[in-house]
């Protein structure tokens, strides 16, 4: 309850300061427009040359491309803002007044910095679906939707423990910028079903950096014909990601040596 | 209220050669020292004390500091603040205590320093009707007037520390740790941030411990100080007692209406200076009734005071003999 209340007044600080740029707002909605449409292209190109792809069909496609803007959305959303803010604070120093608060220092850098706009996302996510299931020319049941919100759930929590392992680094490393610029390119994979990439990619994809399950799953679950194993699997992974992600933060804490005297 | 006992804190220092080929050297093997900053120091503070902490940079002030206030854990000792253990960092603990740093800053840089008050309002768990009434409080000793409603990046660095101190109490901390609340501030400024130092010690029994490269700060402000040096404690007690052990000596200034000649200063004391404006004399303290004497019997004294030598000259001496004299 009270951790609630923490969050309502961070998004509140955060919705002030997005508010303070105006100019950016529009510059960024902008910029995301132009990254959607450049996004889109490829898998345009390619369903034109071959209408089925290791069993993806456009419209199927659709879908994943859809949690892909939905994820990113989320990523840079609510995710990203956080870490960057955090990276900054180890870098000056500043951390120490976040670790001085009598609340989770977890929860407080998670929590430092939201970009509301980014919520413009979800509504082209839901676009991306729409169109999708126009093209296979049927919708999802409710239950398909319940089940693709769950491996969502799953998908998010995967996706903040790679970012907040990321971030955990730069106690040990400072500059981290690189890696979280490699972890995009790499992120950007994720646009694609993983039954486009064989071997070892694959293999990578699935387990060490689970794009599978960030957008290949939940597609699977709005088609539905992803298998309860695979949900379970996937909720299991997150779960251990979770935890994996709060013992290396809460080791990193202990080995800060804090900066600038 | 706060208890160290042999406390230690070392970090490991990679440690490379000079140029390019040691620093490649250093890629594939790398060396470590460990560092102690502070090396085995003990004191006790009793509540509503005010401490200074002195000593030259690097001495292990801000480190001592930050185990204090949970940031570092120690590597080895003892500490406790009001029966916390630090390194723990619960919740009880961190409601009681505060750190200023100087150098650094908690505001929101784009925001006023209003939101920031009111982000430490929530993370506090400070009510409501509280929270006004220590924000009237706040407003008024520190001068803050509208502000808190200017975004902090258009606030001098003087007006900026007045709200940091601010966002800092919102939730009235039981002990306060201050490392260079001062610095870069300008004379009135400092001023200002030192008499509200004090208010606050004397209205909220606040223990207060405080660091600064100002000798006014301390001199103002604490009665008592603890001195290191090297990471060792070299003095702990009344400040006035340390002056009067470093420097026995009185400073007495000297004014003439007509010029006098340096050879006869001689036997009075030594002379620190002698030129056109005034003379300084450096004389044992026990000496100065009969210096004062004999200079107004002997000397065209214009004007003639007595003082204490400066706080700075006498830090750089205690230093400079380094732990030759052990505390007693």
């Known amino acids: 309850m009270r951790y609630l209340r923490l969050l309502a007044i961070q998004l509140r600080t955060s919705l002030l300061l997005s508010m303070q740029y105006r100019a950016d707002f529009l510059l960024d909605a902008f910029v995301e427009v132009f990254w959607m449409a450049t996004a889109i292209l490829p898998l345009v190109v390619v369903f034109r040359v071959r209408p089925v792809i290791a069993g993806w069909s456009f419209g199927d496609a659709l879908m994943v491309m859809g949690w892909f803007t939905f994820l990113q959305g989320v990523l840079e959303g609510a995710i990203n803002p956080s870490l960057v803010t955090v990276v900054e604070h180890i870098r000056k120093g500043t951390l120490d007044f976040v670790l001085i608060k009598p609340a989770d220092a977890q929860f407080l850098v998670s929590t430092a910095r939201f970009q509301p706009w980014r919520a413009v996302n979800v509504a082209t996510s839901l676009g991306l679906f729409a169109w999708g299931f126009a093209r296979l020319g049927r919708g999802p049941s409710a239950g398909d939707v319940a089940l693709a919100a769950v491996a969502m759930v799953a998908a998010v929590v995967v996706l903040y423990s790679l970012w907040m392992l990321t971030v955990s680094a730069a106690f040990y490393f400072v500059r981290i910028d690189n890696l979280s610029q490699l972890f995009g390119a790499v992120f950007d994979a994720a646009r694609w079903p993983v039954q486009i990439f064989r071997g070892v990619v694959r293999a990578v994809f699935t387990f060490v950096i689970p794009l599978a399950l960030m957008t290949t799953y939940p597609a699977e679950a709005l088609l539905g014909r992803l298998g309860t194993g695979t949900l379970l699997g996937a909720l299991a992974g997150a779960a251990a990601a979770f935890v994996i992600t709060r013992l290396v933060w809460t080791a990193s804490i202990g080995k800060y040596t804090s900066a600038g005297g | ?328």
């Open chain 2, 1 to 328: 209220m706060i208890r160290v006992r042999a406390l230690r804190k070392h970090y490991q220092v990679h440690e490379r050669p000079p140029g390019v080929a040691g620093a490649l050297r250093s890629l594939f093997h790398r060396t470590y020292k460990a560092v102690a900053a502070v090396d085995g120091i003990d004191f006790d503070i009793a509540a509503s004390e005010r401490v200074g902490f002195l000593g030259p940079n690097g001495a292990g002030k801000t480190t001592t500091l930050k185990v204090l206030s949970g940031l570092l854990h120690p590597t080895s000792g003892e500490v406790s603040v009001d029966g916390h253990e630090p390194r723990r960092r619960d919740d009880a603990f961190l409601q009681k205590i505060m750190l200023v740093l100087g150098q650094k800053q908690q505001l929101l840089w784009d925001l006023p320093p209003s939101d920031t008050f009111e982000l430490n309002r929530a993370v506090y768990g400070v009510p409501r009707d509280e929270y006004a009434a220590t924000l009237r409080e706040l407003t008024e000793l520190l001068e803050l007037g509208d502000l808190v409603r200017k975004p902090a990046r258009t606030l001098s660095l003087g007006e900026r520390m007045k709200c940091e101190l601010a966002a800092a109490l919102i939730h009235r901390p039981k002990v306060l740790f201050l490392d260079e609340p001062t610095i870069g501030l300008d004379v009135s400024m400092q001023a200002t941030v030192r008499g509200f130092v004090e208010r606050y010690n004397q209205r909220y029994g606040a223990t207060i411990l405080l660091t600064s490269h100002y000798m006014e700060d301390v001199q103002r402000l604490c009665p008592r100080v603890i001195v290191i040096d090297k990471g060792k404690l070299v003095y702990d007690g009344a400040l006035e007692a340390l002056v009067a052990r470093i420097r026995p000596d009185k400073r007495v200034v000297l004014r003439f209406t007509r010029p006098v000649d340096r050879a006869d200063l001689a036997d009075l004391g030594t002379v620190v200076r002698h030129g056109a404006g005034d003379t300084v004399l450096d004389v044992h303290k026990d000496a100065v009734n009969r210096v004062v004497t004999q200079a107004l019997a002997r000397l065209p004294v214009a004007d003639l005071t007595v003082e204490n030598p400066p706080l700075e000259e006498v830090m750089s001496e205690l230093f400079a003999r380094g732990h030759a004299e052990p505390s007693p």
